[in-house]
């Protein structure tokens, strides 16, 4: 099977202003907040009002991602990290190797991710 990119999945997003942030995302943007899995790190999943599904914004306020403690430092917002809806899961995992790029699986907590 090929290894095809279809749609971009959703965004993930550092800040270290947690609620302001999702003021923004809610009151300036219209998305709503969303169910999130417990990562054990503050941040929240955000989707546009019409969709049915995952956010498609993602605030992390802390993680591995981010640091030895964890914290995102003040004025150090930015993309952590994109997901795109992919077809052909083994077909880009030796593309990517074939290309000497270093990757992992990750799987969501309490999901099917």
């Known amino acids: 099977m090929s290894a095809v990119v279809n ?3 959703y965004i993930a997003v550092k ?3 947690l609620e302001t942030s999702l003021s ?6 219209g998305l709503k907040e ?3 899995p417990d990562f054990g790190y503050p941040g929240a999943w955000l989707a546009c009002s019409g969709l049915s599904g995952g956010g498609i914004v993602h605030l992390c306020a802390g993680g591995p991602l981010l ?5 995102v430092q003040a004025g150090s917002a930015a993309i952590d990290h994109i997901s795109l809806a992919c077809i052909g899961f083994h077909a880009f995992c ?3 190797t074939e290309h000497g790029l270093p990757w992992r699986e990750f799987l969501v907590p ?3 991710l």
């Not at 923004?24 to 943007?29: E, I, K, P």
């Not at 640091?67 to 914290?71: E, N, Q, S, Y």
């Open 7 to 9: 749609s971009l999945f």
């Open 15 to 17: 800040t270290a202003r």
């Open 24 to 29: 923004f995302y809610r009151c300036v943007l």
């Open 34 to 36: 969303v169910a999130r």
């Open 67 to 71: 640091g030895a403690d964890w914290l």
């Open 94 to 96: 030796a593309r990517f």
């Open 110 to 112: 309490g999901t099917t």
